[in-house]
């Protein structure tokens, strides 16, 4: 059988990302090149991601990325079957820098342009590693999003909580910069809090004791907002305890919540063992990865962490959301409006600001 090659592209928010992936006759799919060029330095000294400076950094290395990742998979670009790009959610300008390359290409190329939601990314990605059947549980925590889906199926996507306010990403950033830790904040808490006490500080818990998935982190990075002003200063010390009890609070809320997430699948799947597949930025901590794999003693349940490097915004995972698409002729219009909201499931309420009020 033939292979098929597809080319993917991520601009969603501050990595640049190019990979070529091939799937060949049997069900095999070999990740051919998967190049991230990061913005770290762009947006740093700002604490956070500036959206106009990341559209910009996005257009300056696109082209070359784009060869670059050509020329690791050691293909032309003529053996390329189609191009998939992050369409959405995101920041705007970044979006519009992958998508206009991938409509370039797909023009001059003449093959199939295909618009990717960048949450069906991380819902995949584990599937480049693992051999993971439909269905499965996923708990995505990056940077913009936190949320529990049941992965029924190729595009069929069942979200069963949000964060009604901050991602938890967001909140390791926030109170890393309380701390005065460098960007992004959530290697840096995982580093500080090795040497903390974690039972140091008690912080709030917001919405972990109400049965249901939903999550909620603003009030906790407040809490942390509080005592830091009621301390004179910030001190190694104090970086230390206050990382180790803020990511102590996290596991601890993100374990509760799981547990409702379980028994939710096990209530529509009946099934005995729930997979569940931990994506995103924040998949990457490994204190939070050995509170997870503690879980599987006390719950019929198996966790799947992708490398980190697949955690993380990546071209590879959206090459392979691509080639889903690419198989099912799915493709998209060369006039496709890139969406900076764009939910997986989209019968899913927005529950954020106003939306909470009219849920
Ligand atoms: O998935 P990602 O690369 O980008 C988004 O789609 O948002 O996630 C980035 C987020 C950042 O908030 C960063 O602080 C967090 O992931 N992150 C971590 C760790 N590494 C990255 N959070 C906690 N512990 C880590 N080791
Ligand atoms: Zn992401």
Redesign the pocket.
Same mark, same amino acid.
Request: charged share 20%.
């Given at each position: 059988m033939k292979k098929i090659r597809i080319l993917g592209i991520e601009s969603?928010?501050?990595?640049t990302s190019v990979s070529v992936i091939e799937k060949d006759g049997g069900k095999k799919i070999r990740i051919l090149s998967n190049l991230i060029k990061s913005q770290l330095d762009v947006h740093q000294h700002f604490g956070g991601v500036v959206p106009e400076l990341a559209a910009r950094a996005h257009s300056e290395v696109i082209d070359t990325l784009i060869n670059m990742a050509v020329k690791k998979a050691k293909v032309k670009l003529t053996e390329i079957n189609a191009v998939a790009a992050t369409s959405g959610p995101?920041l705007l300008g970044g979006l519009l820098v992958g998508v206009v390359a991938a409509k370039t290409l797909s023009s001059v190329l003449n093959i199939p342009f295909i618009a990717v939601n960048?949450l069906e990314g991380?819902a995949l990605s584990v599937r480049l590693e693992h051999e993971l059947n439909f269905p499965y549980l996923l708990l995505l925590?990056?940077?913009?999003?936190t949320e529990f889906t049941i992965i029924n199926g190729f595009n069929k996507y069942n979200r069963i909580g949000t964060t009604l306010d901050d *991602?938890? =990403?967001?909140a390791?950033?926030k109170t890393?910069r309380v701390l005065n830790l460098n960007?992004?904040?959530?290697?840096?808490?995982?580093k500080y809090a090795k040497q903390g006490n974690e039972s140091k500080f008690k912080l709030p818990q917001p919405l972990s004791h109400e049965k249901n998935c939903h999550l909620s982190f603003s009030g906790l990075k407040s809490a942390v907002v509080q005592i830091i002003k009621k301390k004179k200063k910030v001190n190694l010390q104090l970086q230390k305890d206050m990382a180790a009890s803020f990511?102590k609070t996290?596991a601890d809320i993100l374990t509760k919540k799981t547990t409702y997430a379980i028994k939710t699948f096990q209530s529509n799947h009946r099934k005995e063992l729930v997979p569940i597949v931990v *994506?995103? =930025?924040?998949?990457?901590?490994?204190?939070?990865r050995n509170v997870f794999l503690k879980m599987e003693k006390e719950h019929n349940c198996k966790f799947y962490f992708p490398s980190?490097k697949l955690?993380?915004?990546?071209g590879a995972m959206i090459a392979l959301a691509g080639l889903e698409r690419y198989e099912r002729k799915m493709f998209s219009k060369l006039n496709f409006k890139p969406k900076p909201r764009w939910p997986l499931d989209k019968k899913a309420k927005f529950l954020k600001g106003k939306g909470i009020l009219s849920a």
């Open positions: 969603s928010c501050d990595e995101g960048h991380h925590v990056s940077g913009g999003h *991602a938890v =990403g967001e390791f950033d890393a960007f992004p904040g959530g290697p840096e808490i995982e990511q996290i *994506a995103g =930025g924040v998949a990457a901590n490994k204190y939070l980190p955690c993380t915004d990546n």
